[in-house]
């Protein structure tokens, strides 16, 4: 995978860690704690990642961990998990 090019720690008002965000190469990163943000990535990806839509493309894995591509690294990871 490309090299982190930068990283942002997500934190609630108290402070709590609720998440990264890293800038690669070709993605943004989301590394999610909370169930909520989960929950609301989950739902986007069965928005945006239909047909009629070729980009962006987010996918998810490991489990609270999404990636958002754009341009042709979006086609790219698209023909790769089989989406024309």
Do not use: K
């Not at 993605?27 to 989950?42: F, G, M, T």
């Not at 962006?56 to 609270?64: A, D, F, I, S």
């Amino acid at each position: 995978m490309a090299r982190s090019r930068a990283m942002e720690v997500v934190s609630e008002p108290d402070g709590t860690r609720t998440g990264t965000v890293r800038i690669e190469e070709e993605c943004l990163e989301l590394d999610v704690a909370s169930p909520q943000a989960i929950r609301l990535l989950r739902r986007w990806m069965g928005q945006v990642n239909g047909p009629s839509y070729p980009q962006p493309y987010l996918v998810e894995g490991p489990p609270g961990r999404f990636r958002l591509y754009v341009g042709d690294a979006a086609e790219r990871v698209r023909t790769r998990h089989g989406i024309v």
